[in-house]
């Protein structure tokens, strides 16, 4: 009985005590914030590691909304659009996050790290970002999101299948090699395929790798004075280039082939080459994912009779929508999971190779990952370098971007003309009709936005 009244009676002190000097008596309140991320390997690690953050910073729970590409865009645009406040965070790329700050949509980064920078994670350095990058991610000087991870695009080939035929992969290949490869290369009796491209619906799907492919036949989305431009010549020669070469030597079932279908169909070794995102490379050298980690070879992406627009410019970033009522916290993961610290977490967990590449200067200067990275690194780094959304075609246009075009239309337009695309590809229409079709929704598109009279 005198044991339990002196319990009683410190915890009475202990209290008193707290209270005297204007301690909380409660736990700390937790902020769950809710994050929108596309479905793809970089950000399945991010989850694996997210325990990380919340040891860190336990005051914090993250809810993460994982999603396909095509149904994350929609998902967020529409979240964003209409304020709906689902998300605190969203994960958006160079497309996005201009055009979302331009209709106050966006919490400006910057804004946001001056007003609160015990969120922001020590050394973060936002001056070490690369600046092609950094560019694409602001509006009016101010940064609206932080890279996840940045791109450009490149060729893959399996070295193996082209010593075997004798083959050897140019630096810089041309498309008309590439076909030439890939044609040679295709032996369906043995599930080898020549070359696998995307075919799934979606402007940022079929048309990432296909208008680059425009852009290097001469073609452009728009002329000066916004008319559409797929019945010109520059895009029937393109995409039906595109269309030919995925029918006769290409991955079968390419219509429903987006990024992480011909991926696959590259990192099981059943195709001798793909053309696609520079962020790709970590994967296919990564033993937990690939069967070709000694066979891969890396080139730069494939031009046509162009020159220009053959390479694109991308980030998967994280963006704060206004919306959000966490704002503050939602930094805090923001800065985490794009910093120097967490990329070499990364790196010491899951190998150099595999870290989120693209984003920092500190990353092509970091001996480990240049080691680990050697056989692709000065190739993503002069990719992206070089990619330029200012002059990607050979006529003038009125637009920004290379493998899209920066206005909120294109969204739209792009991924109505993509099932025309798609449906050519699967041999349901020809390519004549379905760029004749693309034409009238296009221009339908821009009369109804105002436009075009």
């Known amino acids: 009985m005198r044991r339990r009244l002196f319990v009683v009676l410190s915890l009475v002190l202990v209290v008193s005590f707290m209270l005297a000097q204007g ?22 690690k991010l989850l694996e590691l997210s325990d990380k953050f919340a040891a860190a910073y336990p005051n914090i729970k993250l809810s993460f909304v994982m999603l396909p590409e095509n149904e994350l865009r929609d998902r967020v645009t529409t979240d964003i659009t209409t304020g709906a406040g689902s998300f605190d ?13 331009k209709n106050g949509w966006l919490a400006s980064v910057d804004d946001l790290m001056a007003a609160n920078p015990k969120n922001v994670q020590p050394n973060y350095d936002v001056d070490d970002l690369l600046k092609p990058i950094r560019l694409g991610l602001s509006y009016e000087g101010k940064l609206y999101a932080l890279p996840f991870y940045g791109e450009s695009s490149m060729t893959f080939y399996n070295k193996k299948m082209f010593a075997e035929a004798g083959l050897k992969m140019p630096e810089e290949p041309t498309w008309d090699q590439i076909k030439e490869f890939a044609c040679k290369l295709h032996k369906p009796d ?7 491209l995307r075919g799934l619906p979606g402007w940022g799907e079929v048309f990432a790798p296909l208008t680059t492919v425009i852009n290097t036949f001469g073609g452009k989305w728009f002329d000066m004075d916004w008319k ?10 393109a995409v039906s280039f ?14 429903n082939n987006g990024f992480s279908e011909s991926l696959t169909a590259m990192a099981q070794g059943q195709a001798a080459m793909w053309v696609d995102a520079t962020v790709a490379a970590g994967f296919l050298t990564d033993p937990k994912q ?31 929508p206004k919306t959000s009522k966490h704002q503050p916290e939602a930094l805090q993961f923001l800065t985490w999971s794009t910093s120097k610290d967490y990329i070499e977490l990364v790196g010491k967990t899951y190998g150099w190779q595999t ?59 792009g991924t109505d003309v993509s099932q025309q695309i798609s449906a050519a590809i699967a041999g349901k229409i020809s390519v004549d009709e379905a760029l004749k079709k693309g034409q009238e929704i296009a221009t339908k598109a821009m009369k109804d936005a105002g436009y075009l009279k």
């Open 23 to 44: 301690a909380p008596i409660r736990a700390q309140a937790t902020t769950t914030i809710t994050v929108a991320v596309v479905n793809n390997p970089d950000q399945r």
């Open 89 to 101: 965070i969203v994960q958006i790329g160079t497309f996005e996050t201009p055009i979302f700050a």
């Open 190 to 196: 043995k599930k080898q395929y020549g070359i696998a």
């Open 228 to 237: 559409p431009q797929l019945d010109s010549k520059e895009w029937h020669d």
């Open 242 to 255: 595109y269309v030919d070469l995925i029918q006769k030597c290409g991955v079968p079932g390419a219509a």
């Open 290 to 320: 690939s069967k070709i980690v000694n066979d891969v070879g890396f080139a730069m992406a494939p031009y046509g009779p162009v020159k220009k627009g053959y390479h694109w410019l991308w980030s998967w970033a994280y963006a704060i």
């Open 355 to 413: 870290v989120p590449p693209g984003t920092r200067e500190s990353t092509y200067k970091n001996p480990e990952y240049l080691k680990a990275a050697k056989a692709f690194a000065e190739i993503t780094l002069k990719s992206i370098e070089t990619a330029d959304p200012t002059d990607a075609t050979r006529d003038k246009v009125p637009y920004v971007g290379v493998q899209f075009v920066g206005i909120p239309e294109f969204q739209g337009i």
